[in-house]
């Protein structure tokens, strides 16, 4: 029987792209989403053993004062959902656990690291080992990136997909790793699923502005072993449609935005591997 994809976005506290990334998975072809408030989790209003799919979405959380996605992930791990007295993480775990996707898009990308879902070595996903800092630059960025998809990455999100090109806004986005055997395992189980190139030679680049905040070796988003979590500094819900590109008056350019295949990806997934 064909499983009927839920997906849940959440908003609150200062995310800001849930309506397009509740369009992205309706776009990519999810028959119920909804967004949801984080409070209203904490109320048990919606949980998320419901879902199949959970979207983190960018923004500003709490302003970014303690740095981007802290506050956040400590709301996450210790805030109580009443009545029950579980801990929201308590659900994030069980559905991870229950084989279920989840993406975070630059400020749901930031609470994901700090949480410690990513990268998720040996199944652990409360363990804080990588994280994203400030740009190199010093400022804000907003700007178009060019990005190389490894092909290895076990990523389900982005499988069949070579190029993108996507938007990054951001002020803390520079990768970093814990120590260098940290990242070498990233690198040696292709869970570097996302890399910032040149626009010319198509390889991954440290160079400004092609890199916008002086990520090491690219790396512009990550995945879990199973492939199943991604986090991603570039918006893909930002690009949805031809519109959407900042030349759509001056190139031929398809109707569907690069962004959506991530989403169809996921969802395709679901539909296959879920019941």
């Known amino acids: 029987m064909k499983v009927e994809v839920k997906a849940i976005v959440i908003t609150g506290y200062g995310a800001n792209c ?3 990334m509740a369009q992205a998975c309706r776009l990519g072809g999810a028959e119920q989403v909804d967004i949801v408030h984080l409070s209203e989790l904490l109320h048990g209003r919606y949980r998320l053993d419901d879902y199949h799919l959970l979207n983190l979405a960018g923004g500003f959380l709490d302003g970014d004062d303690l740095g981007a996605g802290q506050a956040g992930a400590h709301r996450w791990l210790y805030a ?4 029950g007295g579980e801990t929201i993480s308590d659900q994030l775990f069980r559905f991870i656990k229950a084989g279920k996707l989840v993406i975070g898009v630059c400020n749901g990308f930031q609470l994901m690291v700090k949480i410690g879902l990513l990268p998720g070595f040996d199944h652990h996903y409360n363990r804080r080992l990588v994280s994203l800092i400030h740009n190199d630059s010093s400022r804000f960025e907003n700007r178009w990136v060019h990005l190389q998809v490894d092909p290895n990455s076990p990523c389900v999100f982005t499988r069949g997909l070579e190029q993108l090109y996507l938007p990054v806004r951001h002020g803390e986005g520079k990768f970093i790793a814990a120590d260098a055997a940290v990242f070498h395992r990233l690198k040696d189980n292709n869970q570097i699923a996302l890399r910032y190139i040149h626009p010319q030679s198509g390889e991954a680049t440290t160079g400004y502005p092609w890199n916008p905040n002086g990520s090491p070796e690219g790396v512009a988003g990550i995945c ?8 991603l500094m570039p918006h893909p819900e930002a ?11 001056r190139e031929e350019l398809p109707e569907e935005g690069q962004g959506v295949a991530l989403f169809r990806n996921g969802i395709n997934f679901i539909r296959e591997n879920l019941r």
């Open 18 to 20: 849930e309506v397009e």
């Open 80 to 83: 109580r959902v009443q009545p």
């Open 224 to 231: 879990d072993p199973s492939g199943r979590l991604l986090g």
């Open 239 to 249: 690009f949805l449609h031809r519109t959407n590109h900042p030349r759509w008056t």
